[in-house]
C-alpha cells in the first residue's frame, strides 16, 4: 500500500500506526491494500480551518476533512487506484485525550474516518452517521 503521510506539526504520531489503521480499514471494506494510494497531511487547526471554510464553507477548525481524487486520474505508470487526500488537526485530535484515549488512539480513529469517506462513506444523516460509527469502531477493534 502506497500511504504518503506528511507531518507538518510538531507533535509526532509513529506512521505505522497510520499506516496500520488505512490498511485495516481497506481490508475491512475488502480492499486488496497493495492496490491503493492515499496521502494523509498532519497539521494544525489554522490549515484545517482554512480548508473546511474553503471546501465546505465552514469558517472553524474541524478534526478531519476528507478529498475524493477524480475517478478518472490514474497515472498511465500505475496499477494502483487513487484514493484521495486526508487532512488531520491534531490541535483538535487531542481535545479527545483523556485517560482512556492516547492521541495515537485519536489519530488512529480519524484516519480510518477519513479513509472510509475516500470510500464513499457519508456521515451528514444519522443513519450515516451511525454507520460509519459502528464500521469505525470495529476496524479500530482489529489494530
Given at each position: 500500500?502506497?500511504?504518503?503521510?506528511?507531518?507538518?506539526h510538531?507533535?509526532?504520531?509513529?506512521?505505522?500506526?497510520?499506516?496500520?489503521?488505512?490498511?485495516?480499514?481497506?481490508?475491512?471494506?475488502g480492499i486488496?491494500?497493495?492496490?491503493?494510494?492515499?496521502?494523509?497531511?498532519?497539521?494544525?487547526?489554522?490549515?484545517?480551518?482554512?480548508?473546511?471554510?474553503?471546501?465546505?464553507?465552514l469558517?472553524?477548525?474541524?478534526?478531519?476533512?476528507?478529498?475524493?481524487?477524480e475517478?478518472?486520474?490514474?497515472?498511465?505508470?500505475?496499477?494502483?487506484?487513487?484514493?484521495?487526500?486526508?487532512?488531520?488537526?491534531?490541535?483538535?485530535?487531542?481535545?479527545?485525550?483523556?485517560?482512556?484515549?492516547?492521541?495515537?488512539?485519536?489519530?488512529c480513529?480519524?484516519?480510518?474516518?477519513?479513509?472510509l469517506?475516500l470510500?464513499?462513506?457519508?456521515?451528514?444523516?444519522?443513519?450515516?452517521?451511525?454507520?460509519?460509527?459502528k464500521?469505525?469502531?470495529?476496524?479500530?477493534?482489529?489494530?
Amino acid at each position: 500500500m502506497a500511504i504518503l503521510i506528511q507531518a507538518l506539526h510538531e507533535k509526532k504520531i509513529k506512521q505505522q500506526l497510520i499506516r496500520n489503521a488505512a490498511k485495516e480499514t481497506l481490508l475491512y471494506e475488502g480492499i486488496d491494500p497493495d492496490k491503493v494510494e492515499l496521502s494523509i497531511v498532519l497539521t494544525d487547526d489554522s490549515d484545517l480551518q482554512r480548508l473546511n471554510k474553503e471546501y465546505r464553507g465552514l469558517d472553524k477548525p474541524t478534526d478531519v476533512l476528507s478529498f475524493f481524487q477524480e475517478d478518472d486520474f490514474m497515472p498511465v505508470s500505475s496499477a494502483k487506484k487513487i484514493l484521495g487526500d486526508i487532512v488531520i488537526s491534531l490541535d483538535t485530535a487531542e481535545f479527545a485525550v483523556d485517560e482512556t484515549r492516547t492521541l495515537s488512539d485519536e489519530v488512529c480513529w480519524l484516519v480510518i474516518h477519513g479513509v472510509l469517506h475516500l470510500l464513499g462513506y457519508d456521515d451528514e444523516t444519522e443513519k450515516g452517521y451511525n454507520e460509519m460509527v459502528k464500521k469505525g469502531l470495529d476496524i479500530f477493534g482489529r489494530l
